[in-house]
């Protein structure tokens, strides 16, 4: 957000302060113009972090309009004490009797044909600010957007197929990257399978732990176990197994 703020300011003292470099022939009226802008930003940044929250208004019309009051007042003090800065650095204060002699600017055809050149550094500016601090920021936001949709889609199909099969085995004792489908129950399955080799990983899932990969951290506070066939498999851990899981191989 401050380089969204400082860098659209000195956009704009950069627009100012080459129209009047054009026109006044001085690189001071450049340095002054970017600086007073700079302060200005840094008002507006205040007024953004720490004012405007804490105005208290019932009503969004009402919530404007105090903003609206108090930026005013903001922005009229800040333009009063810079000017007098500056002024007063030239020998002119700004409060006071007006001083000096009248200035007459002849503006050329070829200082007109400048003018059209002035907006392309500050507009360079602002979309170079823009488009880092919020269109790539939107451009990242979808497309993780799309990889939480497909992992969303992979995981509805893993609860279908779980839903339609839902006792399986993994087998230890071959390659296969697909489940061998049995007809037992897992109950029946559990009494019959070495129970140190063999674990409940869920309601639904029996695993052999002599081919269990890794045990990764899911959502929620929980666990779910990569197998070591070819698909690299994947099965969730019920809260309940996930403890039984941790004090049987002490992890």
Not at 72 to 85: H, K, N, Q, R, Y
Request: with cysteine; proline share 4%.
């Amino acid at each position: 957000m401050m380089l969204l703020v400082f860098g659209t300011g000195a956009a704009i003292g950069l627009h100012i302060g080459l129209l009047h470099f054009i026109v006044w022939r001085s690189p001071w009226w450049l340095a002054i113009l970017v600086a007073s802008s700079l302060v200005f930003a840094g008002v507006t940044y205040t007024l953004w972090r720490w004012v405007f929250p804490r105005l208290g208004a019932r009503s969004l019309p009402g919530s404007v309009a105090l903003q609206a009051a108090v930026s005013c007042l903001a922005f009229a003090g800040v333009s009063l004490l810079v000017g007098e800065l500056f002024y007063s650095l030239a020998g002119r204060p700004l409060f006071g009797t007006a001083g000096g002699h009248e200035v007459h600017l002849t503006i050329t055809p070829r200082v007109r044909q400048m003018f059209v050149l002035v907006p392309v550094v500050p507009v360079l500016v602002l979309t170079l600010l823009g488009y880092h601090q919020y269109w790539w920021r939107i451009l990242a936001l979808q497309s993780r957007e799309r990889e939480l949709a497909e992992l969303a889609a992979t995981a509805q199909l893993a609860a279908l197929r779980a839903q339609i099969n839902p006792h399986f085995l993994f087998n230890s004792l071959n390659s296969i990257a697909a489940p061998r489908m049995t007809n037992y129950t897992l109950r029946e399955l559990e009494e019959r399978l070495d129970p140190e080799m063999f674990f409940r990983a869920h309601k639904s899932t029996l695993v052999n732990l002599k081919h269990v990969n890794e045990i990764q951290p899911w959502f929620g506070d929980r666990y779910r176990l990569v197998m070591r066939d070819q698909a690299r498999s994947e099965v969730a851990l019920s809260r309940v197994q996930a403890r039984a899981l941790r004090a049987r191989l002490r992890w």
